[in-house]
C-alpha cells in the first residue's frame, strides 16, 4: 500500500519552498507507481483517495459518527467496562422500527455468553428502542455505566449494507466484534476469538468463509472493477467471506481505510448493476477491497465447524449449538431455535425471564443473583477460598489497614473495620454449630439471616451516612472486612472448609446466601476469591500441615468444597468478585484487588508508605522441604483429581476475570 509521509513545519527562503513541492510531487508519484493499486496497462485501475485521517470523513456516502461531530467524539471514549488487554466489544446495528425482538435476544445473548464483554448499538437518531429492549439495557448499565453504548447513524442514512461497516470504522472499541441480528453465540464462542488473538497477536480481521464462495456477484468470480491486470487470475479463486457471522476488525489507521476503500467500492458496484442479491450484498465489495489490501492486512478465517453459517447435514435440532461444534451460529432457523431452547419453557425471552438467568450448559440455565448495589464509600468484604489459598496471607496485609475510629493517616483515604459481630453471624462454634453458614436448624438460620441483615443497615448508619452522601469519619472510604480475623467464638477464617471435626466437608461458607442479604440490606457486597494451584493447595494442606490428620479424606474435603464454591460463584453476578493470586502477588495486582475491595483506593502508581506496609505482608512461597507421602503414581491421580476439582473455580473466575466496575 502506499505510505503516507509526514512532514514536520520549517521556513525556507522562495527557492527551497519550489524544490521542496517538486521532491514531494516526485515522491508522491513514485509511491503510487508502487501501490498495489497502479497498473498503467489497465484503463479502470483504482487509484487510491488522497490521505485520510485516523477516523476518515465519509460525507460522500453519509457516514455515521464521524469524528469531528461533537456527539461522536464524546461517545468515541474507550470503554471504562473491561480491560482485557485487547479491547473486544460487541457491535451491532438497528434502525428498524417495531419491538426490537431480535436485538433483546441478541443482547441478552450477548450478556449471558460474555457478560464482561461491553456492548455498542448502532440505530438512527429519534428511534426509540421498545420497553423490554430499554428496560435490559438499563439493567445492565447498573451493572457497568458502559456496559452498553447507543451510537448514532447520521442522517440520512446510507445503504443498509453499507451500516456494519460504517460502525466498525468508528467504534470505540480496540478489537470490535460485529455480529448481524440473527447470528447466536454459542458457549466457548468468545474464548476462540481469545485464543486468536493471543496465537496470532497482529491479527487485523477475524471472519469466516462465505457459504457460496461469489454469492454476491451472482456466483461469478470474474466480477470486479478495480483488481490490476496482473492480479486478475489470482482474484478469481478468492473466495467472498461474510461479515455477519463474525467479524473482527482491530483498529488501526489501515483497517479504517480499507473499510472506507469498501465502501467506495460498494457504492460503484451497486452503480454499474453488479449486485442485486439483497442478502450479503457488502461482501463482493469486503472480497475486493481486501484482495486489494491483502498485503498489508493479516486475517484469520474461522473454520465453518466453528462459524456456520448453514447447517451442511440438514440437521433438525433446534439449535446448533446442541448438536455440532457451532461456536457461531448464523441462520434465521437456528437462532430462533436457539432462542427457543435457552428461554423457559412456555416462556418469551424477554426481559423478566432472563435477567437473573445465564447459560450453564447448552441447553441449561440456572437462577443468578443480579448485582445491584455500588458504592464509593461503604464496601464489605469477604475473602473465599480452599483451605490453604492464602487467608492468613490477607490477614497479615489487613493488619496493616488504618483501623477505623483509630489515628489516621494522612496518606491514606481509606479505613477498616474488623466487626466481630458481623463475623460471629456468619460462622461461630468452632467444629460445631452456630452461624449462618453452619447453622443448627433452619430456625437459627432464619433468625441469624434476619440478625445479619439488621446489622449490614445498621453499618450504614454507624459507618456511612447515605442521606449526606459522607460517611461519619469524614474520610473517602471504608471497608468492613467480615472474615480474615477469628473469633473467641469459634468463627475461624471462614474458608473452604473451615475447622475439624466429622462434619469438616459441609461446614464452609455459602457466598450466594451472603449476597442475596447483603442485596436485600443495600449494601455492597465485594468478594474476593482466593487462587492457587491445586498443586501448592495439596502442599500446604495435607504436606506440610497435615489439617485433618489423613491424607485421603484431607483431599476429598477438599474437592467436594472446590465444587462447592464453584457452584456459588455460578449463582451470583460477576460483579460480586473477583480472583486473585495471593502469594507471589505483584503490586500490580495488589492495585487491582485494592481498587476493587476498598473504597476511593489511591490511583497511582507507586505505593504510598501504608499501602506499601499491606503489600510488604505478602510473602513468596518458598521451595517445600516437606516430601509427598505417596508413592509417585499416587501423588499424581489425587493431584489430578484437585486439579480437575480447582478448575473449576478457575472457570467461574474466567467470567469474572475482565469486570470492571
Given amino acids: ?35 498495489p493499486y497502479h497498473n498503467p496497462a489497465q484503463q479502470n485501475a483504482y487509484s487510491p483517495p488522497g490521505p485520510r485521517a485516523a477516523v476518515t470523513s465519509l460525507s460522500s456516502v453519509n457516514t455515521a459518527a464521524h469524528a469531528t461531530n461533537e456527539k461522536s467524539r464524546a461517545l468515541n471514549s474507550p470503554p471504562a467496562f473491561a480491560d482485557d488487554g485487547i479491547g473486544f466489544g460487541f457491535v451491532v446495528t438497528d434502525v428498524s422500527g417495531g419491538d426490537h425482538a431480535h436485538l433483546m435476544e441478541w443482547l441478552q445473548n450477548a450478556f449471558v455468553s460474555a457478560p464482561a464483554i461491553p456492548v455498542e448499538i448502532w440505530t438512527k437518531e429519534g428511534m426509540h428502542f421498545s420497553t423490554n429492549v430499554q428496560k435490559y439495557i438499563n439493567s445492565r448499565k447498573k451493572l457497568a455505566p458502559t456496559a452498553v453504548v447507543v451510537r448514532h447513524f447520521e442522517e440520512p442514512l446510507p445503504d443498509f449494507s453499507m451500516l456494519k461497516l460504517i460502525a466498525l470504522q468508528n467504534s470505540a472499541f480496540k478489537f470490535p466484534i460485529y455480529r448481524d441480528l440473527d447470528s447466536w453465540l454459542c458457549k466457548g464462542a468468545v474464548s476462540i476469538l481469545f485464543d486468536i488473538v493471543k496465537a496470532f497477536p497482529n491479527v487485523d480481521v477475524i471472519w469466516s468463509f462465505a457459504p457460496v464462495p461469489y454469492g454476491s456477484t451472482f456466483n461469478k468470480p470474474d466480477k470486479f472493477l478495480k483488481i490490476p491486470l496482473k492480479d486478475q487470475s489470482k482474484y478469481k479463486t478468492f473466495p467472498e467471506r461474510t461479515a455477519g457471522t463474525v467479524f473482527a476488525v482491530r483498529q488501526s489507521e489501515r483497517t479504517k481505510m480499507w473499510l472506507n476503500d469498501a465502501i467506495d467500492i460498494y457504492r460503484e458496484q451497486s452503480k454499474a448493476g453488479m449486485i442485486t442479491n439483497y442478502e450479503g450484498r457488502e461482501q463482493a465489495s469486503l472480497r475486493e477491497s481486501f484482495f486489494l489490501w491483502r498485503e498489508d492486512l493479516q486475517e484469520h478465517i474461522i473454520g465453518s465447524d466453528s462459524a456456520c ?9 433446534g439449535c446448533l449449538c446442541d448438536c455440532s461444534t457451532c461456536a457461531f451460529v448464523h441462520s434465521q432457523k437456528h437462532f430462533d431455535g436457539c432462542v427457543n431452547i435457552n428461554a423457559p419453557e412456555g416462556e418469551a425471552l424477554d426481559h423478566d425471564s432472563m435477567i437473573t438467568k445465564r447459560s450453564v450448559t447448552r ?37 496493616k489497614c488504618p483501623e477505623f475510629q483509630k489515628k489516621r493517616r494522612n496518606d491514606v483515604p481509606f479505613e477498616c473495620v474488623h466487626d466481630d459481630a458481623f463475623t460471629d453471624y456468619l460462622y461461630r462454634g468452632f467444629g460445631a454449630t452456630g452461624g449462618v453458614f453452619n447453622p443448627k436448624d433452619i430456625k437459627q438460620m432464619v433468625r441469624l439471616e434476619d440478625s445479619l441483615r439488621h446489622a449490614f443497615e445498621d453499618a450504614k448508619v454507624k459507618y456511612g451516612d447515605e442521606s449526606t452522601g459522607e460517611n461519619n469519619r469524614g474520610t473517602s472510604g471504608i471497608i468492613v472486612l467480615l472474615n480474615l480475623h477469628q473469633t473467641h467464638q469459634g468463627s475461624g ?10 462434619e469438616k466437608p459441609i461446614h464452609h461458607p455459602h457466598i450466594q446466601l451472603l449476597a442475596r442479604i447483603a442485596e436485600e440490606a443495600k449494601v455492597d457486597l465485594r468478594i474476593h476469591v482466593l487462587e492457587r494451584s491445586a498443586r501448592d493447595i495439596y502442599l500446604s494442606n495435607v504436606v506440610h500441615r497435615n489439617i ?23 449463582l451470583i453476578d460477576q460483579g460480586f468478585f473477583e480472583c ?51 508413592t509417585p503414581r499416587e501423588t499424581q491421580e489425587v493431584t489430578e483429581w484437585l486439579t480437575s476439582a480447582v478448575s473449576l473455580i478457575d472457570a467461574s473466575c474466567a467470567r469474572s476475570r475482565l469486570w470492571s466496575t
Avoid at 309 to 317: A, E, F, I, V
Avoid at 493 to 502: A, E, H, K, L, Q
Wanted: some cysteine; proline content about 5%; aromatic content about 14%.
Fill in 1 to 35: 500500500m502506499g505510505k503516507r509521509e509526514q512532514t514536520s513545519s520549517f521556513r525556507c527562503n522562495s527557492f527551497v519552498i519550489v524544490t521542496c513541492v517538486l521532491f514531494l510531487w516526485g515522491f508522491a508519484a513514485i509511491q503510487f507507481i508502487n501501490s
Fill in 309 to 317: 453459517r448453514n447447517d451442511p447435514r440438514g440437521s433438525t435440532c
Fill in 363 to 399: 441447553t441449561e440455565t440456572v437462577t443468578e443473583l443480579v448485582k445491584t448495589v455500588f458504592s464509593d464509600r461503604l464496601r464489605f468484604a469477604f475473602f473465599a477460598g480452599l483451605e490453604g489459598t492464602g487467608h492468613h496471607a490477607m490477614e497479615k496485609v489487613f493488619s
Fill in 493 to 502: 477464617f471462614m474458608s473452604y472448609p473451615n475447622y475439624g471435626g466429622t
Fill in 548 to 570: 485433618w490428620g489423613d491424607p485421603m479424606k484431607e483431599t476429598l474435603a477438599l474437592v467436594d468444597n472446590a465444587m462447592a464454591l464453584h457452584g456459588q460463584l455460578e
Fill in 580 to 630: 486473585l493470586t495471593v502469594l507471589g502477588m505483584t503490586q500490580d495486582h495488589f492495585a487491582t484487588m485494592g481498587h476493587f475491595l476498598i473504597p476511593n483506593f489511591p490511583e497511582a502508581v507507586t505505593l504510598n508508605p501504608s499501602q506499601l506496609a499491606m503489600f510488604k505482608q505478602i510473602r513468596p512461597m518458598g521451595k517445600s522441604k516437606y516430601a509427598f507421602p505417596y
